[in-house]
């Protein structure tokens, strides 16, 4: 339990960083996209890759991607409207 929610703040951070929008976000933040973009990815692309506390790596990292990109954008939306 607490390896996976390593895994999955590892796995937010990276998609965080890759979005550039990791500095909005915090642990708590990084954790919940590491392990629901993991099973996003995973829902999406398969369990493939490398292996980690039950998550794939790699169709992990692109679901968080994935995550990160669609809340930003509707945080976005929804933050300019009110």
Known sequence: M???L???AII???AGALTNRGESMGWISNIIA???GSAIGQA??????PDLAGM???PSII????????VS???GIWGKQG
Request: glycine letters at 18%.
């Open 44 to 49: 999406l692309l398969g369990h493939w890759g």
């Open 6 to 8: 390593i895994v999955g």
């Open 2 to 4: 607490i390896w996976s």
């Open 56 to 58: 794939a790596i790699i």
């Open 73 to 75: 954008a509707v945080l």
């Open 12 to 14: 937010g951070a990276i």
């Open 34 to 36: 590491g392990l629901v």
């Open 63 to 70: 679901g968080a991607v994935i995550l990160v990109l669609l």
